[in-house]
Nanobody
Framework: QVQLVESGGGLVQPGGSLRLSCAASGDIDSINVMGWFRQAPGKQRELVATIFNEGTTQYATSVKGRFTLSRDNAGNTVYLQMNSLRPEDTAVYYC???????????????WGQGTQVTVSS
């Protein structure tokens, strides 16, 4: 019904930058909220940043001032610009969206497959 396709992960040195993208497609009527979570080895998945339908954004305290979440005009693709990366940012990053599915008139949550971000010298 709905697919989230992520791209942009990789290996970067401390202080470097990466940009993640997540494109939603399928039976979409509207997207209520869309964003990124991350999960480091041995840790719980945590919220990184999210953007609501009206444009409001929220960030984890640990990434404020370093990460910026934006979206395209259609609202189906979000971009996470990550600057001043630190080793502790190393994790698998997952795209998440709550979507109103057109054929069901219901809101459902979806996850992407995850993309690895490694910050290391």
């Amino acid at each position: 019904q709905v697919q989230l396709v992520e791209s942009g992960g990789g290996l970067v040195q401390p202080g470097g930058s990466l940009r993640l993208s997540c494109a939603a497609s399928g039976d979409i009527d509207s997207i209520n909220v869309m964003g990124w979570f991350r999960q480091a080895p041995g840790k719980q998945r945590e919220l990184v940043a999210t953007i609501f339908n009206e444009g409001t954004t929220q960030y984890a305290t640990s990434v404020k001032g370093r990460f910026t979440l934006s979206r395209d005009n259609a609202g189906n693709t979000v971009y996470l610009q990550m600057n001043s990366l630190r080793p502790e940012d190393t994790a698998v990053y997952y795209c998440n969206a709550f979507v109103r599915v057109r054929s069901e008139s219901a809101v459902r949550g979806y996850w992407g497959q995850g993309t690895q971000v490694t910050v290391s010298s």
